[in-house]
């Protein structure tokens, strides 16, 4: 895949060779810098989940909010949505041919909902962003207290990723395919 052809595991190789010059650039400056992963799940049944205690939106949330330097999530059109009203969001359900011919599968026109409604997959892609706050430790000066709380100054040494969403990319497909 485009995705693993790069360093950053960005499938447009454009932008992905733009993310390696700014995190080179944020690197050489002894600062780090955050971002977000979008996750695509293709192929996924329709009936995963359930509408009250097992919603599997919230469980792909919970999945994701686990994972180190994560600060949020959102699926579907997510934060972007509510600017919208009910009447451009809904997805509406239609009936459509199959493979085979046969006009017997239920899908919906658009998927604004991320393939989650009602905390249960509907058979469409199921599509969720993730996104990841720059790493604390800085190669440069930073203010801080000791143990006495008193003003000191601390620079971290060694090796530490100015940022961590090349290695994150695994993380969240493994924690989506859980």
């Known amino acids: 895949s485009l995705t693993e052809q790069n360093i950053v595991r ?3 190789l454009v932008k992905a060779r733009e993310m390696e010059a700014l995190i080179a650039q944020v690197k050489a400056e002894g600062d780090t810098i955050g971002g977000i992963i979008t996750c ?3 192929g996924c049944p329709a009936g995963l989940g359930d509408p009250e ?3 599997l939106h919230a469980i792909l949330g919970s999945a ?3 994972i180190n330097a994560v600060k949020g999530f959102e699926y ?3 934060f972007a949505g509510v600017s919208q009203r009910g009447s451009e969001q809904n997805d509406i359900f239609i009936r459509r041919d199959d ?3 046969n006009a017997n599968m239920i899908t919906t026109t658009t998927n604004h909902s991320g ?3 009602g905390g249960i997959s509907n058979g469409q892609d199921i599509y969720f962003r ?3 706050k720059p790493v604390a430790t800085l190669l440069r000066q930073q203010q801080t207290v000791n143990l006495d709380g008193e003003a000191t100054t601390f620079t971290a040494r060694g090796r530490h990723d100015p940022c961590v969403l090349p290695r994150a990319v695994p993380v969240v497909e493994a924690m989506a395919a859980m």
Do not use: H, N, R
Request: hydrophobic share 40%.
């Open 115 to 117: 393939g989650i409604q």
């Open 10 to 12: 960005c499938p447009d």
């Open 64 to 66: 994701m909010l686990s």
């Open 40 to 42: 695509v799940i293709k």
């Open 76 to 78: 579907g059109e997510g």
């Open 53 to 55: 205690f097992g919603k």
């Open 130 to 132: 993730v996104a990841f």
């Open 99 to 101: 493979a085979s011919g």
